[in-house]
């Protein structure tokens, strides 16, 4: 009565990528999935899931995603639809557009920074638009 589709690997193992410390990676990222980075991206970054830099992580290039906790250190242009978290030992540089924005004290933050509730259609090169009710 009922056809269920088997889960693919990726969803019975969970969907969360992983660069380890001591790692560098050049160039861009694209991934569906949730991510943690504790190497350095020296890149752009897209993903529809959530992204963590770890404490020895760090991002220079632009990033676009849902959710994102930093830890470590970026610089760039950071586009988040939902929360940003950014822990006490956090170095941020650039620009910030987020939906929700959380700053533990302790943080270095020097960026610009928009705050809109709903925003929508974020990718590289569009416009942030806001959602009218």
Known sequence: ???KKP?????????TNRIVEGTTIKGDISSPADFRLDGHLIGNFESKGKLVIGPSG?????II???CDIEGKFDGK???TEILNIKGKAVI???VICGKLAVEPGAEFTATC???????NLSH????EEKTA
């Open 1 to 3: 009565m009922f056809d």
């Open 7 to 15: 889960k693919s690997y990726t969803d019975l193992l969970g969907k």
């Open 58 to 62: 760090s991002v220079k290039g632009d």
């Open 65 to 67: 995603c849902k959710n």
């Open 78 to 80: 950071i586009q988040v």
């Open 93 to 95: 540089h650039g620009e």
């Open 114 to 120: 928009v705050m809109k509730p709903q925003v929508k």
């Open 125 to 128: 090169g569009q416009p942030v």
